[in-house]
């Protein structure tokens, strides 16, 4: 039984390994592979890549709710301080509450986007790791069909070769053959005999 392959992380990061689903040769050799190791970690792979993306959209909208909320506590702050309007005070607590939550959300969201590299380089290793199981079975077993192509080609060019001789030496002789009788008969003669004995 042959071993499984250890690659590690470090691999990826000095080799600068990109991600494989994106890689173009990586595509066209194994994108369509009927592996289900190699179709279940791209899919890991992917469902990462889009967690990460949609993880980086939900922090910016929150950075931005943040800012709108935040020039809001400003504005109101203002009305209440300076244009004594403490009715406002109550809408001031909503928008710093508001702050607070989206803060938290926000800590929540950078925390897991921190994570992300990490989980979406061991994913992509552990596509490489089945990109090379894969990978060498399939090298293994397509070196032996070569092999035997190969084989069978060394046999038919032979064969050819036979076939090639032996035609050359038909023909040689026929038109030997040929040019005898054309010099001995003539070729209304030869015309004659063609017709009755070539049918």
Avoid: C
């Avoid at 250890?6 to 592996?35: C, H, Q, T």
């Avoid at 179709?39 to 910016?60: F, G, H, S």
């Avoid at 909320?69 to 710093?96: H, Q, T």
């Avoid at 046999?155 to 036979?162: G, I």
């Amino acid at each position: 039984m042959k071993r499984s392959i250890d690659l590690d992380e470090k691999l990826i990061k000095k080799n600068r390994i990109p991600l494989l689903y994106n890689e173009p040769s990586w595509v066209k050799l194994f994108g369509k592979a009927r592996n289900r190791n190699i179709q279940r970690a791209r899919e890991e792979l992917i469902a990462l890549v889009e967690k990460e993306k949609e993880l980086d959209i939900k922090t910016k909208d929150l950075q931005r709710e943040k800012l709108k909320a935040m020039k809001m506590i400003l504005g109101i702050s203002d009305s209440v301080n300076n244009e004594n309007k403490p009715e406002n005070i109550r809408l001031l607590d909503e928008y710093k509450n508001k702050v607070e939550r989206i803060n938290e959300e926000l800590n929540e969201l950078i925390f897991q986007l921190e994570t992300m590299p990490k989980e979406i380089r061991e994913a992509n290793l552990n596509l490489l790791n089945a990109t090379i199981e894969y990978g060498y079975r399939e090298l293994n077993n397509r070196e032996k069909i070569l092999k035997q192509s190969i084989e069978e080609i060394d046999v038919l060019r032979t064969r050819l070769k036979e076939l090639i001789k032996i035609k050359h030496d038909y023909e040689e002789w026929i038109n030997e053959t040929y040019r005898f009788f054309h010099g001995l008969l003539g070729s209304d003669t030869i015309e004659k005999i063609d017709e009755e004995r070539l049918r």
